[in-house]
């Protein structure tokens, strides 16, 4: 997929700046920082959507309370 952004002066230059300093394209800087971020928030979805059911299907409150526990902690992560 071919993506264009127009992006502000000062973030341009922050990317152009940190992929000269990795001896990386921007190109192949930008797409490493996407995967890097956007990756392991689809494992944690991937988690929290199992806990949310074993919440659902549960019957005790100790289950409900550690598994909100649980979805808490991973979003903020």
């Known amino acids: 997929m071919t993506l264009t952004l127009n992006l502000p002066p000062e973030l341009e230059q922050y990317l152009t700046q940190e992929a000269k300093q990795q001896g990386l394209s921007v ?14 928030k689809e494992k944690q979805s ?22 909100e526990y649980l979805i808490h902690a991973l979003k903020d992560i």
């Open 27 to 40: 190109e192949t800087y930008t797409l490493q920082i996407l995967q890097e971020y956007l990756l392991p």
């Open 46 to 67: 991937k988690v929290v959507n199992v806990l949310q059911s074993w919440i659902d299907e549960g019957d005790t409150d100790e289950q409900r309370e550690t598994g």
